[in-house]
């Protein structure tokens, strides 16, 4: 080890010694030089290693240098393409450089800026429990200006159809903060803002194709960090919403990637197959597993390849290099199980390096409670694998809680009994702090229409949602029953609709509380539910027995005939040592009376709570009835 020192002492004097070159009459490139360079910049006392990509006509051919001290190239990698070269630096102090690059005796060079690290950036917090978050789909939200609509893009602004973009941008969503923080909301998740300059249906921006810029028609890098930092001006952390398991096919490097394998190619074109069983099930077929690494989500997004150290580094500094410029809080990774699981695994202990109490959530699209599990971080996987996941999407109590909502007719398993069942196994789940709870996002049917446009069941999920365990997150319009499309054919443009009084000239403002209360027939309960959504979200947010507390719940039965079966009731206590939150949710038709007695190994006794609802004092106590298709939430001390 002493050798190691002493040799590395050594090399750095003779750095610090060494003549400096004479770059000044060296011109800067031009544009047909050099198209890209990646990372845009760079920090110091960063973790994570600087390695730039570098793109131009046969660059490879050229050596590099550094004008500046400070800054210098410790390794050149060429690519399978002449067109690439990747070096490794070496980070010593802030300040403006000029990458060299000479071939014979032609020479050019190309600034890079290196910044002094944001004190206290390493250390950041993220979303947790305690956090709401709200997700929005950026193109639907609200639009603050037209003149962005286009911007040289071939997908253009209609929004009569709704596979277009329809023109919504950063600056709409700045403009709207106000009212998701009133909502009760603590965090905001954008789908993807980064360019998605696919012809067709880029609206959604899950085929990206420019990785370190936003798209023009959201605004530009500046507004992203603006949005960051006004989002925080009002108690809103901020998720960015990333996919590393594939790109677009409008991407720039898919005229010219660097390496034959930098994504998988598949002759003839291989679909996925949405296997997630094979990374834990011990007899799954090696072509399987093939299948589902390497195949496409869909013809116009290729599979990136990870198992490519270059294409894997390209990904953990591109991570790092937004969540350092931006300041954001937390990502959410898209697709999460159609990565290859080990390079991923890498890449999420790259960014917690990084950022140690960042949170990442992985969507873990399965109803199958084991396999969600299996990729949470430091989970107990028999075949050793561990993700470095930090938290996962809950998708199997989001299947129960929905088709419970639905479910009148009930008998041994079915109703609020399919939300006791998915609770009573959170055994299997290594840390129950990070699961991300919700009913709906951008995937999913609005559930609206799936519980049948009735406020009743909407303000009994939204119940569940404020009050189960997890860290709950609400689709944009669900707190105001928003209903899907008739007009049209496609199913995901039908479900991610526009907000209205999003854009100038809308009939209909629901951001507003005058123009919730003068809504037209289809938005009647628009009103009444953001109210009782707002009153839940803002009372969650003081509430440690719901953010940090256990959970013990109850199933009520009843006879009919010979049989006793499910009462389609739910009730349940999330407490701490010394608070308490009662919840009761009658998902029939008909009163039920409260038996006090049934709770008797938590409380014994009458209790005086306050109804968090209605904000009046209640005694809790044999007898107090809960009306049809409505909910109890009680909070009392212990």
């Not at 998988?264 to 291989?270: A, F, I, K, S």
């Not at 007899?283 to 399987?288: G, M, Q, R, Y």
């Not at 109703?415 to 009913?439: A, C, E, N, P, W």
Request: overall charge negative.
């Amino acid at each position: 080890m002493k050798r190691i020192v002493f040799a590395l002492a050594i090399a750095a004097a003779l750095f610090s010694c060494a003549p400096k070159a004479d770059y000044s009459s060296v011109p800067m490139a031009k544009p047909e030089q050099i198209s890209q360079v990646e990372p845009l910049s760079w920090w110091t006392g960063m973790n994570t290693p600087l390695q730039i990509m570098v793109h131009g006509p046969q660059i490879s051919d050229f050596n590099v240098a550094v004008e500046g001290s400070g800054l210098r190239v410790m390794a050149v990698h060429k690519a399978d393409s002449p067109n690439y070269l990747f070096l490794d630096m070496e980070v010593r102090k802030a300040g403006e450089y000029n990458l060299v690059f000479t071939r014979g005796e032609e020479s050019f060079k190309y600034p890079y800026i290196i910044r002094e690290r944001e004190a206290g950036s390493r250390d950041r917090l993220s979303y947790t429990t305690a956090d709401m978050i709200y997700l929005i789909m950026p193109d639907r939200f609200a639009s603050a200006t037209s003149e962005n609509d286009t911007m040289g893009m071939p997908d253009v602004v209609d929004r009569t159809d709704p596979v277009a973009r329809h023109g919504g941008d950063l600056q709409g969503i700045i403009d709207h903060l106000d009212y998701i923080a009133d909502l009760g909301a603590t965090a905001i998740w954008l789908t993807p803002a980064l360019e998605d300059n696919q012809p067709h249906e880029s609206y959604h921006g899950y085929a990206c194709t420019d990785y370190y810029h936003i798209d023009a028609r959201f605004g530009d890098n500046a507004k992203y960090k603006e949005l960051v930092e006004k989002a925080h001006e009002k108690g809103l952390k901020v998720i960015m919403d990333i996919v590393t398991n594939h790109c677009g096919t409008a991407h720039w490097w898919m005229q010219d990637a660097p390496f034959k394998d930098w994504y998988h190619v598949n002759e003839p074109y291989m679909q996925m197959n949405a296997l997630f069983s094979v990374y834990m099930d011990p007899n799954a077929a090696k072509v399987d597993r093939n299948r589902q690494e390497s195949g496409w989500f869909v013809p116009s997004m290729p599979d990136m390849n990870l198992d490519n150290p270059f294409v894997l580094r390209y990904f953990q500094q591109w991570a790092v290099w937004w969540a350092e410029y931006s300041g954001l809080d937390g990502f959410r990774v898209d697709t999460y199980p159609y990565n290859e699981p080990e390079p991923m695994s890498k890449w999420c202990k790259a960014v917690l390096e990084e950022y140690p109490n960042f949170n990442i959530v992985g969507e873990c699209w399965d109803m199958n409670i084991p396999q969600v599990a299996y990729w949470q971080k430091d989970n107990p996987n028999k075949n050793g694998f561990n993700s470095n996941l930090p938290s996962i999407m809950d998708f199997p109590l989001e299947h129960a809680m929905i088709t419970a909502m639905c479910e009148d007719q009930v008998w041994w398993d079915e109703g609020m009994t399919r939300i006791y069942t998915v609770l009573g196994q959170d055994f299997v789940y290594k840390d129950l702090s990070h699961m991300m709870t919700f009913f709906a996002n951008h995937d999913h049917a609005r559930t609206g229409d799936i519980l049948r446009q009735d406020p009743a069941r909407m303000k009994l999920i939204i119940t569940l949602l404020a009050t189960i365990r997890g860290i709950p997150q609400l689709y944009y319009g669900d707190e105001m029953m928003f209903l899907e499309r008739k007009d049209c054919q496609s199913h995901d443009g039908a479900k991610r609709i526009d907000f209205p009084g999003g854009w100038e000239g809308d009939s209909i403002d629901l951001f507003s509380a005058d123009g919730r209360a003068s809504a037209p027939a289809m938005y009647a309960s628009a009103a009444d539910l953001h109210d009782y959504t707002r009153t839940l979200f803002q009372w969650r947010k003081g509430c440690k027995a719901v953010q940090e507390g256990k959970t013990l719940h109850f199933l009520s039965r009843r006879n009919v005939g010979s049989r006793n079966i499910t009462d389609n009731t739910y009730s349940f206590f999330r407490y701490t040592d010394d608070d308490a939150v009662f919840v009761y949710v009658n998902n029939t038709f008909e009163d039920r009376t409260l038996d006090w007695n049934h709770y008797s190994e938590f409380v014994s006794g009458p209790v005086n709570g306050r109804n968090v609802l209605t904000g009046e004092n209640i005694v809790l106590e044999n007898g107090v009835k809960i009306g049809p298709k409505s909910a109890l939430v009680v909070e009392f001390k212990r």
